[in-house]
């Protein structure tokens, strides 16, 4: 890794601090040489201090540190990436990130459908949704729609239309999605589970 410390002033890089595995931003910092190595000597960021000019490893005082995991170097040589794993909020202020929000796991569309389905479970009427109906016909109903649904896409897979088998595997992901909420739990449970098999 040939990191250009020339390139910009007083021979400091920018470092874009992201969790490993939520891929959240929780921060940026300065790096110059010796903060570079010092992060990897010791497996915990270690930033240059502009205000205090000197080097201060993250979470010195507080105990929260960023235990590093991964580095990569952009393409013009003079930003880094740093992949790490949170002991603790990243922000001095104790917020998780440096912007104020959650360091929370998600998934791009399925959470925002998640979150569809929580309000649709929570604030909707039968008469105004397909998905509060389900709800109030209770888990029996659930349960059968996502056994009928993987039954379907059990049968378009052994046909050759495509589109079908995509659309019945929608319909399949869709009303599992709603039997996970009914049982109290979120694809990030299921996520979970499949990390510690793996």
């Not at 580095?71 to 790490?84: R, S």
């Not at 659309?167 to 999605?177: I, R, T």
Request: charged residues 30%.
């Amino acid at each position: 890794m040939k990191i250009d410390f020339n390139k910009n002033i007083d021979g400091l890089v920018p470092a874009i601090i992201q969790d490993v595995q939520t891929k959240n931003v929780l921060m940026l910092g300065y790096m110059n040489e010796e903060a570079f190595n010092k992060t990897k000597e010791l497996n915990k960021v270690t930033f240059y201090s502009r205000s205090k000019k000197r080097l201060w490893t993250k979470g010195e005082e507080s105990g929260n540190y960023l235990s590093l995991v991964d580095i990569k170097l952009d393409c013009d040589n003079d930003t880094l990436l740093i992949q790490v794993n949170p002991s603790g909020p990243t922000c001095h202020k104790g917020s998780d990130t440096c912007w104020n929000e959650d360091n929370t796991q998600t998934f791009g569309f399925i959470s925002q459908l998640e979150d569809i389905i929580k309000d649709r479970k929570e604030n909707s009427s039968s008469e105004d949704s397909y998905v509060a109906s389900l709800f109030e016909k209770g888990m029996n109903k659930i349960a059968q729609k996502v056994g009928e649904e993987a039954v379907e896409v059990v049968i378009e897979a052994k046909d050759d239309n495509d589109d079908l088998f995509i659309s019945e595997s929608a319909d399949l992901l869709f009303h599992y999605l709603i039997l996970l909420q009914a049982k109290g739990f979120q694809m990030e449970d299921v996520i979970k589970e499949l990390k510690k098999r793996h």
